[in-house]
C-alpha cells in the first residue's frame, strides 16, 4: 500500500506535536516541584538491578526532561572545600553552591558525615528544577574509618576472601555516612618501588591485580548497589598510570601495545566484566597520548569493545591538565577533546561546565555523545536508589553505630595479620615466648600510633593506630619487662599535629641523635630487640616518589648502634614500598615484614611475634638488592643474553645480582612447606582443550600453617617474546603439622592466551612450562604442547 503524500506530512506533523506535547507536560510537572520519582514508574528493588529495560526508561524520561545545562551538569564534580587531595581548585564555596542551587553539579567529593551530605543534598533537592540528587564520592582507599591494611599490605595476604570482606566492611562504614562511591580499587600494576603510588594497588603482577581487584569490587559493591550497605567502586587509574617513567608520580608512559595489552589492561578488563560501577582515567600519557583524551582506550575499547555501560570520571583536574600535556590548545579544545575521548565526568577542571554548551553550538562535540555520558550517570543513580530516595544513606543511627564498631575492628586484626610476611627469621628466633624475660622495643616506629594508618587514610581518627608496643604489652607475659626507647625521630614536623599531610612534604631528621644511647642502654639489657623501622605513613601515596629506597634519617645508624650491643632483633618494618634491604638483611637474624597494617596494627602483630597467628604473607613485588634494579619484576623477559656465565656480556648488572633479594610471591612460615609429585594430566592438548596439574603439598614442620601454593607458566616460543614465567593461579591452604594435601589447577585457553602479534588474544601452539610452588622461585617444572 502506498501512503498518500498529504497523509505522510499530516503524520509526521500530528507525531512531532504530540512530542512536544507530553515533553511541555514532563517539564511542567518538574517545574511544578514534582519529584521525578513521582513521575517516574515505579518497580520493586531489586528488579532495578536486574531489569536493563526498565532502567534504561527510566533513565531515557529522566533524559527527556533535561535542559542542556542540566545535562552538563551531571558530567561536573566538585570538591568540598575541606578536603583537598588535588591542587586547589579555582571556584569558590559560593560559586558551587549557586550551581549545586541550579541543578548543574553531577556528583561532590570529599563531602564526609551524614549531616554535611543530608545538607548538600538538600540544596540539590529544594532548589533545582528537576531536583536530581548527587552522588557522593570518597577516596575509601583501604578502610573508613577502621583502617585496614593498606592494599599493598593486604594483598600480600593472597587471601581473596579476607580482601573482598575488608572492602565489604568500608563499604559498610561509607554507606552509612552517607557516601555512595569510593575511587577504588586502583588495580595499575606497579613495578617500580620508586612510585609512591605502589602502596596503593596489589602489586607487580597482572594477573594478582585482577583476582584482587574483582574481590575488591565484589566487596565494595556486593550483589546489589541498592542495598544500603554497598557503594559503587571504581577502576583506576585507566591506563598506564604505574608505568611512569622513572617511578616519578605523574610521569610519562612509553609502553608499547603487547605490554599495554598483556600487562596493564588485563585488571581493567576483570574490573569491567565484574560489573565495576565505575573507572577513574588517569594523569599520564602514554605513547604521547595523555590518558584522559585516549579515545582508543575510552571510547573504542572500554565502552566499545568491552561493552562496559559504566561512567568514566577524569582525574583530579586531568581534563584540564591536556593542556599541560601540550595535547590541548586551551581548555575549551581540551574539554572537547575529553568528551569526544569517552570522558563522561569532569573532576574539578570547570572545563564541561564552562564549555561544552559552545562546543555543542559549534558541532565539535554531539549531543549523542553528551546524552550518553549524562545516561551512564543517571543510571548509577538508579542502581543506587537515590532517585527513589535521595537521602537513604543518611542515617545519624546507623553511622553512630556501623563506623568503628568492635565488630569491624576485630576483622580488621584478622586482615592485619594476614597480611604480615615472614622475610627472614634464623635460628627460629620467632616465634617468641609470652614468658621471655624482657623485650627491648624500640625504634621511631616502635610507639609510632599515626604512620600504621598508612596514607589515603579516609576519616581514620589521628593516633588512633595500636602502637607495636601497646600490642607487645597486651601479648606478654606480667613477669616479662619491656623497655622502650625511640632512639631517634624519624621526622621533623612540617604540619601542626593532627593537621592532614596528605599534600605536604615530610623532613627528615638528619642531626638528632639524643636519644641513641637511651636505645643502647635498652637493648643491651633485654634477651632481643624489636626494631621498628621503615617509612613514615606519607613517604608513599600520591606524589610520593622517592629515589632513595633505603631507610631516611638516622635509621641505619641506630640499627648499627643496637646491634653493637645486642644481635639478636627482630627488624618490624613498617612501610608502603618495597625497600632496599641489602645491608639490614645481613645484620639481623629476623625481618617481619608489616606494611602500614592500619587500626589494629600492634596487635596484628603481636599475633605474629608471639605465636598466635602463624605468618602466611607472601610478597606481591619483588625487593630489590638496590634501588638501581628498579623497576624489577619477577616475570621479566629472557632476552637474547640470558645466561650468567663468567664473562660481562650477559643481561645483568656488574655490582648486583639481576634478581631480587626478595623474590615475588615470597613469604616464610613457622613451620616449613614441602612440593613433590608435580604431574600433568596431559601432555598435550588443543588450543581450546584444557588439563590440569597437580602437585602435594606436605607441612614438614612442626607448627599447623597456611601456604600459597603458586602456579606459574611459561609459553616458551611465541610470536611476540613471552615473560619467563607468569603468574596464572594460587591457592593459599591450610596444613596441619604433618600433612599431606593434593593441590590441583586447571589450565584452559584463558590460562594461554595471550595478546599475539595478530592483535587478539589467542593461543599459540608449542610448548608451555609448568611450575608449582611457594614463590616465583619455583623450580619443580613439567611441560605440555598445545598442538595445532
Ligand atoms: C588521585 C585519584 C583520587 C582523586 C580524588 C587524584 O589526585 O589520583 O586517585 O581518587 O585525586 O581524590
Given at each position: 500500500?502506498r501512503l498518500?503524500?498529504?497523509?505522510f506530512?499530516k503524520?509526521?506533523?500530528?507525531f512531532?506535536v504530540?512530542?512536544i506535547?507530553i ?9 511544578d ?16 538491578h ?5 532502567l534504561?526508561?527510566k533513565?531515557?524520561?529522566v533524559?527527556?526532561l533535561?535542559r542542556?545545562?542540566?545535562k ?5 564534580q566538585?570538591s568540598g572545600?575541606?578536603?583537598m ?10 560559586y558551587?553552591?549557586?550551581k ?5 553539579v553531577?556528583s561532590m567529593l570529599?563531602?564526609?558525615s551524614?549531616?554535611s551530605?543530608?545538607?548538600t543534598?538538600?540544596?540539590?533537592m529544594?532548589?533545582?528544577r528537576l531536583?536530581?540528587?548527587l552522588?557522593?564520592a570518597?577516596?575509601?582507599?583501604h578502610?573508613y574509618k577502621?583502617?585496614?591494611p593498606?592494599p599493598l599490605?593486604?594483598?600480600?595476604s593472597?587471601d581473596?576472601?579476607?580482601i573482598?570482606?575488608s ?9 552509612a555516612?552517607g557516601?555512595n562511591?569510593?575511587?577504588a580499587?586502583?588495580?595499575?600494576v606497579s613495578?617500580?618501588?620508586?612510585w609512591g603510588r605502589v602502596?596503593?594497588?596489589?602489586g607487580e603482577?597482572?594477573f ?17 548497589l541498592?542495598?544500603n550497605s554497598?557503594i559503587?567502586a ?9 608505568f611512569?617513567?622513572a617511578g616519578?608520580?605523574?610521569?610519562t ?6 605490554e ?7 585488571p581493567?578488563k576483570?574490573a569491567a566484566k565484574?560489573?565495576?560501577a565505575t573507572f577513574?582515567?588517569?594523569?599520564n ?5 595523555p ?5 582508543e582506550?575510552?571510547?573504542n ?6 561493552n562496559w555501560?559504566?561512567?568514566i570520571?577524569?582525574d ?6 591536556l ?5 590541548a ?9 575529553a568528551?569526544?575521548a569517552g570522558?563522561?565526568?569532569?573532576m574539578e577542571?570547570y572545563?564541561y ?7 555543542l553550538?559549534?558541532k565539535?562535540?554531539?549531543i549523542t555523545?553528551i546524552?550518553?555520558?549524562v545516561?551512564?550517570?543517571?543510571r548509577?543513580k ?10 537513604k544513606y543518611?542515617?545519624?543511627e ?5 563506623v ?13 595479620k594476614?597480611?604480615?610476611?615472614l622475610?627472614k627469621?634464623e635460628?627460629?628466633i620467632?616465634p617468641l ?11 621511631p616506629?616502635?610507639d609510632?600510633?599515626?604512620?600504621p ?15 607495636l608496643l ?18 631517634i625521630?624519624?621526622t621533623?614536623?612540617?604540619v601542626?599535629?593532627g593537621q592532614n599531610q ?6 627528615f631528621?638528619?642531626t638528632?641523635r ?20 621503615g617509612?613514615?605513613a ?5 606524589g ?10 638516622l635509621?641505619?645508624?641506630l640499627l648499627?648502634a643496637?646491634?653493637a650491643?645486642?644481635p639478636n632483633?627482630v627488624?618490624?618494618l613498617m612501610n ?6 641489602s645491608r639490614p638483611?645481613q ?6 615484614e608489616?606494611w ?8 596484628a602483630?603481636?599475633d ?7 605468618p ?5 613485588v619483588?625487593?630489590p638488592?638496590?634501588v638501581?634494579q628498579?623497576?624489577?619484576?619477577y ?5 637474547g643474553r640470558?645466561?650468567?656465565?663468567k664473562?660481562?656480556?650477559?643481561s645483568?648488572y656488574?655490582d648486583?645480582?639481576?634478581t631480587?633479594?626478595y623474590p615475588?610471591?615470597f613469604g ?11 604431574n600433568s594430566s ?8 584444557s588439563?590440569?596439574?597437580s602437585v602435594?603439598?606436605?607441612?614438614t614442620g ?5 601456604e600459597?601454593?603458586?602456579l ?5 616460543v ?7 614465567k607468569e603468574?596464572k593461579?594460587?591457592?593459599k ?17 584463558e ?6 602479534v595478530?592483535k587478539?588474544w589467542e ?5 608451555f ?5 611457594g614463590s ?8 605440555f604442547?598445545?598442538?595445532?
Amino acid at each position: 500500500m502506498r501512503l498518500s503524500p498529504s497523509f505522510f506530512y499530516k503524520f509526521v506533523i500530528i507525531f512531532f506535536v504530540g512530542i512536544i506535547v507530553i515533553l511541555g507536560a514532563n517539564k511542567l510537572k518538574a517545574q511544578d516541584n514534582t519529584t521525578l520519582r513521582q513521575i517516574l514508574p515505579r518497580t520493586s528493588t531489586n528488579s532495578i538491578h536486574f531489569n536493563n529495560n526498565i532502567l534504561n526508561q527510566k533513565v531515557d524520561s529522566v533524559l527527556a526532561l533535561m535542559r542542556i545545562n542540566e545535562k552538563i551538569g551531571q558530567l561536573v564534580q566538585y570538591s568540598g572545600k575541606w578536603n583537598m587531595t588535588g591542587p586547589s581548585s579555582s571556584k569558590g564555596d559560593q560559586y558551587k553552591l549557586e550551581k549545586l542551587k541550579k541543578g548543574e553539579v553531577g556528583s561532590m567529593l570529599n563531602i564526609t558525615s551524614v549531616t554535611s551530605i543530608r545538607e548538600t543534598q538538600r540544596i540539590v533537592m529544594e532548589n533545582s528544577r528537576l531536583k536530581i540528587p548527587l552522588i557522593f564520592a570518597y577516596d575509601v582507599i583501604h578502610g573508613y574509618k577502621t583502617i585496614f591494611p593498606i592494599p599493598l599490605g593486604e594483598s600480600a595476604s593472597w587471601d581473596l576472601k579476607i580482601i573482598e570482606q575488608s572492602a565489604a566492611v568500608a563499604a559498610k562504614e561509607s554507606a552509612a555516612s552517607g557516601l555512595n562511591w569510593t575511587f577504588a580499587p586502583m588495580i595499575d600494576v606497579s613495578r617500580d618501588a620508586r612510585w609512591g603510588r605502589v602502596m596503593e594497588g596489589a602489586g607487580e603482577d597482572t594477573f594478582l591485580n585482577s583476582e584482587i581487584g574483582v574481590a575488591r569490587i565484589k566487596g565494595f559493591q556486593g550483589k546489589n548497589l541498592y542495598d544500603n550497605s554497598t557503594i559503587a567502586a571504581c577502576a583506576k587509574h585507566f591506563a598506564g598510570y604505574g608505568f611512569g617513567e622513572a617511578g616519578r608520580d605523574y610521569n610519562t608512559v612509553n609502553i608499547g601495545e603487547n605490554e599495554l595489552h598483556n600487562v596493564i589492561l588485563p585488571p581493567f578488563k576483570a574490573a569491567a566484566k565484574a560489573g565495576v560501577a565505575t573507572f577513574m582515567n588517569s594523569f599520564n600519557d602514554i605513547d604521547g597520548i595523555p590518558a584522559t583524551g585516549h579515545k582508543e582506550l575510552q571510547r573504542n575499547l572500554l565502552k566499545g569493545k568491552w561493552n562496559w555501560n559504566g561512567f568514566i570520571v577524569s582525574d583530579w583536574g586531568s581534563i584540564g591538565e591536556l593542556e599541560a600535556h601540550g595535547y590541548a590548545v586551551d581548555k575549551k579544545n581540551a574539554a572537547e577533546i575529553a568528551l569526544n575521548a569517552g570522558s563522561d565526568m569532569d573532576m574539578e577542571s570547570y572545563a564541561y561546565e564552562a564549555f561544552l554548551e559552545t562546543l555543542l553550538d559549534e558541532k565539535k562535540v554531539s549531543i549523542t555523545q553528551i546524552d550518553d555520558a549524562v545516561k551512564r550517570v543517571l543510571r548509577l543513580k538508579f542502581e543506587l536508589g537515590l532517585f527513589d530516595d535521595p537521602y537513604k544513606y543518611c542515617n545519624e543511627e546507623r553511622e553512630r553505630t556501623e563506623v568503628y564498631s568492635e565488630e569491624n575492628l576485630a576483622i580488621a586484626r584478622d586482615v592485619a595479620k594476614k597480611s604480615i610476611v615472614l622475610l627472614k627469621n634464623e635460628n627460629n628466633i620467632l616465634p617468641l615466648s609470652k614468658s621471655i624475660g624482657s623485650i627491648a622495643v624500640i625504634g621511631p616506629l616502635a610507639d609510632d600510633k599515626n604512620s600504621p594508618l598508612g596514607n589515603w587514610r579516609a576519616k581514620a581518627e589521628y593516633n588512633s593506630a595500636i602502637s607495636l608496643l601497646e600490642g607487645v604489652k597486651a601479648s606478654v607475659d606480667k613477669n616479662t619487662k619491656i623497655y622502650f626507647e625511640k632512639g631517634i625521630e624519624l621526622t621533623i614536623p612540617t604540619v601542626e599535629p593532627g593537621q592532614n599531610q596528605f599534600l605536604y612534604p615530610l623532613k627528615f631528621n638528619t642531626t638528632n641523635r639524643s636519644g641513641i644511647k637511651k636505645a643502647v642502654e635498652a637493648a643491651k639489657k633485654a634477651d632481643v630487640v624489636l626494631l621498628a623501622i621503615g617509612e613514615d605513613a606519607y613517604q608513599t601515596g600520591e606524589g610520593r616518589s622517592q629515589t632513595d629506597i633505603g631507610f631516611k634519617g638516622l635509621q641505619m645508624e641506630l640499627l648499627e648502634a643496637v646491634k653493637a650491643v645486642n644481635p639478636n632483633i627482630v627488624i618490624v618494618l613498617m612501610n608502603g614500598r618495597p625497600m632496599d634491604l641489602s645491608r639490614p638483611s645481613q645484620m639481623v637474624p629476623s625481618i617481619l615484614e608489616c606494611w602500614h597494617l592500619g587500626s589494629q596494627s600492634g596487635y596484628a602483630i603481636a599475633d605474629v611475634l608471639f605465636g598466635d597467628y602463624n605468618p602466611s604473607g607472601k610478597l606481591p613485588v619483588s625487593f630489590p638488592h638496590n634501588v638501581g634494579q628498579e623497576p624489577l619484576y619477577y616475570n621479566q623477559k629472557n632476552t637474547g643474553r640470558p645466561y650468567n656465565v663468567k664473562h660481562v656480556t650477559f643481561s645483568g648488572y656488574r655490582d648486583a645480582p639481576k634478581t631480587a633479594l626478595y623474590p615475588f610471591g615470597f613469604g616464610l612460615s613457622y613451620t616449613t612447606f614441602e612440593y613433590s609429585d608435580l604431574n600433568s594430566s596431559q601432555t598435550e592438548i588443543k588450543a581450546n582443550g584444557s588439563l590440569t596439574v597437580s602437585v602435594n603439598v606436605t607441612n614438614t614442620g612442626e607448627h599447623d600453617g597456611e601456604e600459597v601454593v603458586q602456579l606459574y607458566i611459561r609459553d616458551v616460543v611465541g610470536s611476540l617474546t613471552r615473560p619467563v614465567k607468569e603468574l596464572k593461579g594460587f591457592q593459599k591452604i591450610k596444613l596441619s603439622a604433618g600433612e599431606t594435601k593434593t593441590v590441583t589447577f586447571s589450565i584452559d585457553s584463558e590460562t594461554l592466551q595471550f595478546y599475539t602479534v595478530n592483535k587478539i588474544w589467542e593461543v599459540e601452539p608449542g610448548t608451555f612450562n609448568v611450575w608449582i610452588g611457594g614463590s616465583s622461585e619455583a623450580q619443580m617444572m613439567t611441560s605440555f604442547s598445545v598442538v595445532e
